[in-house]
């Protein structure tokens, strides 16, 4: 089928249409990237606004300006919108670990505990679902939780000194010192510089 010259003409005007949006919106992007690895996190956020305003349900912006409220310490502002990306998509992990971030900020452990525990039923050996949930416990006194939960999550991740970390640390917080010191241990064969375990093991051992 043969396209009539004012037709061609349109095509092509709708193409380039398309085109110039696309270069736009990616030195969008370009900009707020730069402008968060600079600090200006209020800049990058208004860099983003441009492109939510245009599509309110744009998920990974939605998740972006979550992430940027987050480095500005805008906590509920960041929660909203990481509630809001979990309304675009309900499936989705990263929103769940994301709005764990200002919770633990804001101390609201049980609330971020809530999501660290809906994402571990969702992916059960979710790294950073795991590790937050500990903070989340840690920040409850939850020694005896936070003994256990970091004991089976090291077995998952034997060579992370982190777990082993949570574990000690939790033993300690229960007077059991000298099943600390075994963990500290462990610990310092992962990372020989690390400054917790090794006063733990000069204070108690030396």
């Given at each position: 089928?043969?396209i009539?010259?004012?037709?061609?003409?349109?095509?092509?005007?709708a193409?380039?249409?398309?085109?110039?949006?696309?270069?736009?919106a990616?030195?969008?992007?370009?900009?707020?990237?730069?402008?968060?690895?600079?600090?200006?996190?209020a800049?990058?956020?208004e860099?983003?606004?441009a492109?939510?305003?245009?599509?309110?349900?744009?998920?990974?912006?939605?998740?972006r300006?979550?992430?940027?409220?987050?480095?500005?310490?805008?906590?509920?502002?960041?929660?909203?919108?990481?509630?809001?990306?979990?309304?675009?998509?309900?499936?989705?992990?990263?929103?769940?670990?994301?709005?764990?971030?200002?919770?633990?900020?804001?101390?609201?452990?049980?609330?971020?505990?809530?999501?660290g525990?809906?994402?571990?039923?969702?992916?059960p050996w979710?790294?950073?679902?795991?590790?937050?949930?500990?903070?989340?416990?840690?920040?409850?006194?939850?020694?005896?939780?936070?003994?256990?939960?970091?004991?089976?999550?090291?077995?998952?991740?034997?060579?992370?000194?982190?777990?082993?970390?949570?574990?000690?640390?939790?033993?300690?917080?229960?007077?059991?010192?000298?099943?600390?010191?075994?963990?500290?241990?462990?610990?310092?064969?992962?990372?020989?510089?690390?400054?917790?375990?090794?006063?733990?093991?000069?204070?108690?051992?030396?």
């Open positions: 089928m043969r009539n010259a004012p037709a061609r003409s349109m095509v092509i005007f193409g380039l249409l398309l085109v110039t949006s696309s270069i736009s990616q030195g969008v992007w370009a900009e707020s990237y730069a402008q968060e690895a600079r600090g200006d996190f800049a990058a956020i860099s983003i606004n492109i939510i305003n245009a599509e309110p349900s744009h998920e990974f912006a939605v998740m300006r979550a992430w940027l409220h987050y480095l500005n310490g805008q906590y509920n502002n960041s929660i909203r919108d990481y509630q809001r990306a979990m309304e675009i998509n309900d499936q989705s992990l990263e929103a769940r670990l994301g709005i764990m971030l200002p919770l633990l900020a804001q101390q609201r452990w049980r609330q971020a505990a809530n999501y525990a809906e994402t571990i039923r969702l992916s979710n790294y950073y679902a795991h590790l937050r949930l500990m903070v989340a416990e840690e920040g409850q006194r939850q020694w005896q939780t936070l003994a256990r939960h970091a004991a089976e999550t090291a077995k998952r991740y034997p060579s992370d000194p982190t777990f082993l970390v949570y574990w000690a640390r939790a033993l300690a917080r229960q007077g059991n010192v000298s099943e600390a010191a075994v963990i500290y241990e462990k610990v310092l064969e992962r990372v020989p510089s690390h400054e917790e375990a090794a006063a733990f093991i000069d204070e108690h051992l030396n």
